[in-house]
T-cell receptor, first 111, second 113 residues
Framework: RKEVEQDPGPFNVPEGATVAFNCTYSNSASQSFFWYRQDCRKEPKLLMSVYSSGNEDGRFTAQLNRASQYISLLIRDSKLSDSATYLCVVNIFGTGNQFYFGTGTSLTVIP | GAGVSQSPSNKVTEKGKDVELRCDPISGHTALYWYRQRLGQGLEFLIYFQGNSAPDKSGLPSDRFSAERTGESVSTLTIQRTQQEDSAVYLC???????????FGPGTRLTVT
């Protein structure tokens, strides 16, 4: 079973729409959570960390549900520039320091 | 401030040759990671350095792959006797400490012919 699973999409949404992505993780010892975006043929860039209480950054809201072991990302008022692949990342820190990346969810915002 | 830098940005090499890829992390970042990303696929962890601790090499796919880091600065990833399946983008990331967000360099696109 993969440590992190994401719906690969693609999600094709019109400008101005609200879109939500979920990501599930398998290890209950997971401690830190992040969303990254990756544009085509570019490196991943940090979008936001995900805190237990949930957090918001402009049009982006991230939530963590430890009981069900998933994190979510909500994008409101989608812009063309939001088109990218969104990567869910989970950290397990114990005997080592492992980061597990999901394979990403593809979003295309259509004019 | 300066981000993570990697060199070269592109490398084309013949099968069987050795290659060396370089990563300069963000100054002050104690943790450094190498990943591989094949075309259309997700990130594959290779190796992780934290301060002066022994590196976590659990992701290295074969003994042809090795990496070094000098203190808390530059790291080099070496691939010996390259094979066509080594063709990928090699990404380096650094973070201030463990468990916190990583910042990625632009990657080195390796093509083995």
């Amino acid at each position: 079973r993969k440590e992190v699973e994401q719906d690969p999409g693609p999600f094709n949404v019109p400008e101005g729409a609200t879109v939500a992505f979920n990501c599930t993780y398998s290890n209950s010892a997971s401690q830190s959570f992040f969303w990254y975006r990756q544009d085509c043929r570019k490196e991943p860039k940090l979008l936001m960390s995900v805190y237990s209480s949930g957090n918001e950054d402009g049009r982006f809201t991230a939530q963590l549900n430890r009981a069900s072991q998933y994190i979510s990302l909500l994008i409101r008022d989608s812009k063309l520039s939001d088109s990218a692949t969104y990567l869910c990342v989970v950290n397990i820190f114990g005997t080592g320091n492992q980061f597990y990346f999901g394979t990403g969810t593809s979003l295309t915002v259509i004019p | 401030g300066a981000g993570v830098s990697q060199s070269p940005s592109n490398k084309v090499t013949e099968k069987g040759k050795d290659v060396e890829l370089r990563c300069d992390p963000i100054s002050g970042h104690t943790a450094l990671y190498w990943y591989r990303q094949r075309l259309g696929q997700g990130l594959e962890f290779l190796i992780y350095f934290q301060g002066n601790s022994a590196p976590d090499k659990s992701g290295l796919p074969s003994d042809r792959f090795s990496a070094e880091r000098t203190g808390e600065s530059v790291s080099t990833l070496t691939i010996q006797r390259t094979q066509q399946e080594d063709s990928a983008v090699y990404l380096c990331a650094s973070s201030l400490n463990v468990r916190v967000e990583q910042y990625f360099g632009p990657g080195t696109r390796l093509t083995v012919t």
